[in-house]
C-alpha cells in the first residue's frame, strides 16, 4: 500500500459519531454559542451524523440543555474529567473535537482538562479559542499538553498558527487554520431591517456582545456628540445580556455606570441597550439593521472575535481598535482600524464612513466577499478534514509487539496469548452458537448461521485434538454438530444458512459457501475426532453433500470442500468417492487459476473479495507438486500484497473489496481475511518447511493484537472475544461469532505448530496451561 493510497480513503471519509467538548447554549458565553452553532453545523452538512455534546458547567445545577448534550459536569470536580472521558470510550465515538478556552475547565489555568484527554481512546482535534502571546508557566503548560494530546490543532487566525508555532512549539503540519464560522446571510441593504426595530430613518451603530468593562463601549459613548452633531439622527444599538460573571459579583452595576455616562454626554437619546441574549436569527436581524458595527475593545490580546466574525461576514462596514484578529481580518481596506481607548478617532472614522456611502458599501463588499469563506458550510469541511487528518495519524500509530524467541527454525517467534473460550461460550447456547454479538453480547434477534456453527465444529475438534478439551467443550461440539445435522435438506443435498432466534429456518437452501465449509467441518470431524459416534453421523453426511458440490459455482465452496476432503483422507486415504470429488474440484480450482492468472496477477479471479487464503490454501494441501507451486505462488503474491509499507498486516477492505485495475479497498478490515491467511502460510509451512510462512502466520496473527493500520487491538482480553474488525478510523465495539471464531482458529493453529515444535525442542511451558476454559 502506498500513503497516497491510504490517504485517499482517509480524506474520503467523513466521521458520523463526533462529540463536542466545551460550554453550550443556553449558558451566556461566547464559547457557548460557538459550540452550539459548530454541532448543529456538522448535523447540517454531514449526511448522516450524529455529533453529540459534553457540556462544561459553571455552577454545580448546570443548565437546561437541549437532547444534543448527552453528558455535562461542573468544571471544578476533577473526577468528573475522569468519568466522561469513560462515557465518551464506551461510545461509538469516532473523533473528539475540544473547544479550549482557558477559563471554562478547572484547576490552574484549566488543567483539569487534561484528565480527560489522557483518559481518551479516540483522535482528538482542539480548536484553541484564546492563544496568548506572554502565557504565564501554568498557561504554556497546559496549552502545549493539550496540543500534545491531540491529533490535531485548529486556530481561526495566522496569527495564533504563528503562536503555536513560535511560542508553543506545535508543529507547523500539526495546525489547521480554519476562520470562526458565520451564518449564510444574504447581502442586503441595512434599511431593510430598520423597521424591525423602528430605526426607520436612522443611521445605527451596533456593538453585540455579553456586556463587560473590556469591551470599551464606554469610548463610543464618548464619541457620539461629535457624530450626533454632524448626524443627528445616529442611534448606537448596544446589544448582549451584563456577562454572567459579572452579574453574580456586581449585579447591574457595571451596566448602570454606562448608561449614566450617556446621559452625562447628553446622548441618553441615542443610545439603545438591549439587555438580552438573542438567538441566531434575532442577531441577524440586529446585524442586518446596522449601518456600521464597532467593536472598540481595550485590549489586544484577542486572537479571535466571533462579534466581528458575524458582522464582517454579513457585509457590515467595520471600525475597530487593532485588536489582534481584528488586524487580520479588516487589513486591505475590508475595515478600519482605530487606536485602543481613542473616542476621537472613533467618531473621525465613523463620520467619514457616514458622509462617503460609496467608500463604505466598498468596505462592505470587500467584507462579505471574504466572508464567504467563513460560511459554516465551508468551515464544516474544514473540520471534516481536520478530523480526517486526525485519524491519519491515529492509523499511522502502530503497536510494536514484544518477539521472543522459542527456538526452532531460526524464525522470529511471538508470545501467543493464551486461549480463553470466554465468549465462545458466551456466545452457544442448546441451539447452536449465536451469529451477531453487540458489544460482548449476543444478539439473539439475529439468530444463527450454519457458517459459524461449522467454523465453531472445526474450533472445538482442534482443540480436542491438541489435548485441550473439556466436558463444557465436548458439549458445546455436539450442539454445532446437531445445529449443522437440523441445517441439512434432504430435498436439495445441500444445508440451509440463515436460522431465526426461534428455531425457524429463514430460506430453503443456503449459499454455496455455507454447504462448502459445512463439508470442511464433516472432514475435520471424521479425520480427527476420536468419537466413533461422531464420525459415522459426519460420514453419513458427507456421502450426501459431497457429490453436489461438484455442480457448484463458487470457487471458495471448491476449495472449502477441497479442505474437508483433505482433512477426511487423513483416515481414509483410498476412499474413491472422496478422490474422485477431489479431482474434479481440483480442476476446476486450476482452470479458474490458469484462465485469469498474470505475472501481475497471479490469481484465481479477477477481483480479490472474502476469505481470499483459502483458494491457495486448498491447492497447497493438493498433494500435487505443481498444484502445489501454483498455490504458494499465489499464497505469495497474495501476501505481499497485504502486506503494508511498515510490514504488518493490511487486508483486503470489505468496502468495495479490490477488483484487478481498479482502486483497492482498505476498510473494513475482517478478522475472517487474518484467519485464513493464517491457516494458509501456517499449511505452506507444514509442506516446505520454509520459515518465511511461519514468520508470515506470526505477523498476520499479531493483526488482532494491535500491530495493524490503526495500532489497536481486535481481541477483547477482557471478554475473550474478537472484535468484528477495523473501521477506517475505529475499531468495531461487536464481538460477533465470525470473529471472535476467527481468532481462536489462528491461535489454535499456532498452537498446533507450537506444538510440534515442543515435541523436538522443549519450550519450557506446558500447553495445558495456556487455556482458560
Wanted: charged share 20%; hydrophobic share 40%.
Amino acid at each position: 500500500m502506498t500513503s497516497r493510497a491510504t490517504d485517499s480513503v482517509v480524506w474520503a471519509h467523513n466521521p458520523k459519531n463526533v462529540a463536542f467538548i466545551g460550554d453550550y447554549l443556553p449558558r451566556q458565553c461566547g464559547i457557548a454559542t460557538f459550540t452550539s452553532d459548530l454541532c448543529k453545523s456538522y448535523d447540517s452538512f454531514i449526511p448522516d451524523s450524529k455529533a453529540v455534546v459534553v457540556s462544561v458547567n459553571d455552577t454545580p445545577d448546570g443548565y437546561d440543555y437541549p437532547e444534543e448534550v448527552r453528558y455535562d459536569f461542573y468544571q471544578h470536580d476533577q473526577e468528573a474529567y475522569r468519568r466522561a472521558a469513560e462515557f465518551l470510550n464506551a461510545k461509538d465515538t469516532e473523533v473528539v473535537c475540544l473547544q479550549h478556552e482557558y477559563g471554562i475547565f478547572g484547576g490552574p489555568a484549566g488543567s483539569y482538562i487534561l484528565t480527560l484527554l489522557r483518559n481518551l481512546t479516540m483522535p482528538v482535534v482542539t480548536t484553541f479559542h484564546t492563544i496568548l502571546k506572554s502565557p504565564n508557566e501554568e498557561q504554556l503548560l497546559v496549552l502545549k499538553s493539550i496540543a500534545d494530546l491531540s491529533s490535531r490543532v485548529i486556530c481561526m487566525s495566522e496569527k495564533g498558527r504563528d503562536f503555536l508555532i513560535n511560542i508553543y512549539d506545535v508543529p507547523a503540519e500539526k495546525i489547521d487554520l480554519i476562520p470562526h464560522g458565520i451564518p449564510d446571510m444574504p447581502f442586503v441593504d441595512p434599511h431593510f431591517y430598520k423597521d424591525r426595530f423602528g430605526m426607520e430613518g436612522k443611521q445605527t451603530l451596533l456593538t453585540f456582545g455579553l456586556l463587560s468593562p473590556n469591551k470599551g463601549i464606554e469610548n463610543v459613548i464618548r464619541a457620539l456628540p461629535r457624530i450626533i452633531e454632524r448626524f443627528p439622527n445616529v442611534v448606537y444599538m448596544v446589544l448582549g445580556a451584563t456577562h454572567p460573571h459579572l452579574i453574580r459579583h456586581e449585579g447591574e452595576a457595571y451596566r448602570d455606570s454606562v448608561l449614566k455616562l450617556a446621559d452625562d454626554c447628553g446622548v441618553g437619546e441615542n443610545v439603545r441597550f438591549y439587555n438580552e441574549f438573542v438567538e441566531l436569527n434575532d442577531l441577524l436581524e440586529y446585524l442586518g439593521a446596522a449601518d456600521i458595527y464597532v467593536t472598540p475593545y481595550l485590549n489586544p490580546a484577542q486572537i479571535t472575535s466571533g462579534t466581528l466574525s458575524y458582522a464582517f461576514g454579513c457585509g457590515k462596514a467595520v471600525v475597530s481598535t487593532p485588536y489582534w484578529h481584528a488586524e487580520e481580518l479588516l487589513a486591505d481596506g475590508r475595515g478600519v482600524l482605530v487606536p485602543f481607548g481613542d473616542s476621537e478617532a472613533i467618531a473621525d472614522e465613523i463620520i467619514k464612513l457616514l458622509t462617503d456611502e460609496p467608500t463604505r458599501h466598498a468596505m462592505r463588499k470587500k467584507g462579505y466577499m471574504m466572508g464567504r469563506d467563513m460560511i459554516w458550510e465551508r468551515v464544516i469541511q474544514g473540520y471534516a478534514s481536520a478530523f480526517a487528518k486526525a485519524r491519519r495519524e491515529r492509523m499511522s500509530t502502530i503497536n510494536n509487539q514484544t518477539p521472543y524467541d522459542m527456538g526452532g527454525n531460526g524464525s522470529a517467534a511471538f508470545k501467543l496469548p493464551a486461549i480463553r473460550l470466554d465468549h465462545l461460550f458466551r456466545l452457544t447456547d442448546s441451539t447452536g452458537i449465536v451469529q451477531h454479538a453487540r458489544y460482548h453480547l449476543p444478539f439473539y434477534e439475529e439468530g444463527y448461521c450454519t457458517d459459524d456453527n461449522a467454523r465453531a465444529l472445526i474450533l472445538a475438534l482442534t482443540l480436542q485434538e491438541a489435548g485441550l478439551g473439556s466436558q463444557k467443550l465436548n458439549q458445546a461440539a455436539d450442539n454445532y454438530c446437531a445445529f449443522l445435522n437440523h441445517a441439512y435438506t434432504a430435498d436439495y443435498r445441500r444445508f440451509r444458512n440463515f436460522m431465526s432466534y426461534d428455531r425457524r429456518w429463514l430460506e430453503e437452501v443456503g449459499s454455496d459457501d455455507s454447504t462448502g465449509r459445512t463439508v470442511w467441518a464433516l472432514g475435520v470431524c471424521i479425520g480427527r475426532s476420536a468419537d466413533r459416534n461422531a464420525v459415522t453421523w459426519a460420514m453419513s453426511l458427507m456421502e450426501k453433500v459431497l457429490p453436489g458440490v461438484a455442480d457448484m459455482s463458487s470457487p471458495r465452496a471448491w476449495a472449502f470442500a477441497l479442505l474437508g476432503i483433505y482433512e477426511y483422507q487423513k483416515k481414509f486415504n483410498d476412499d474413491r468417492l472422496a478422490k474422485n470429488i477431489q479431482r474434479q474440484l481440483l480442476d476446476k480450482l486450476m482452470f479458474r487459476y490458469t484462465e485469469t492468472a498474470a505475472s501481475d496477477w497471479p490469481w484465481f479471479e479477477n477481483v480479490l473479495s472474502y476469505d481470499n487464503a483459502v483458494l491457495a490454501h486448498a491447492l497447497i494441501r493438493s498433494g500435487e507438486q505443481n498444484l502445489v507451486d501454483s498455490g504458494l505462488r499465489s499464497l505469495r503474491w497474495l501476501v505481499q500484497l497485504q502486506t503494508s509499507e511498515r510490514g504488518h498486516f493490511q487486508p483486503i477492505g470489505s468496502n468495495g473489496f479490490y477488483t484487478k485495475g481498479q482502486t483497492r479497498a482498505y476498510f473494513d478490515q475482517q478478522p475472517l481475511e487474518a484467519q485464513s491467511t493464517v491457516s494458509a502460510c501456517l499449511a505452506a509451512f507444514e509442506i516446505t518447511g520454509d520459515d518465511y510462512w511461519h514468520r508470515s502466520a506470526i505477523r498476520v496473527f499479531k493483526w488482532f493484537t494491535g500491530l495493524n493500520d490503526l495500532g489497536l487491538p481486535i481481541y477483547d482480553q477482557q471478554t475473550g472475544g474478537c472484535r468484528d474488525g477495523l473501521h477506517i478510523d475505529r475499531v468495531n465495539q461487536n464481538q460477533g461469532a465470525e470473529s471472535t471464531l476467527s481468532y481462536l482458529l489462528a491461535l489454535a493453529e499456532l498452537y498446533h505448530v507450537q506444538k510440534q515444535s515442543s515435541e523436538t525442542k522443549p519450550v519450557g511451558i506446558k500447553l495445558s496451561t495456556l487455556i482458560n476454559a
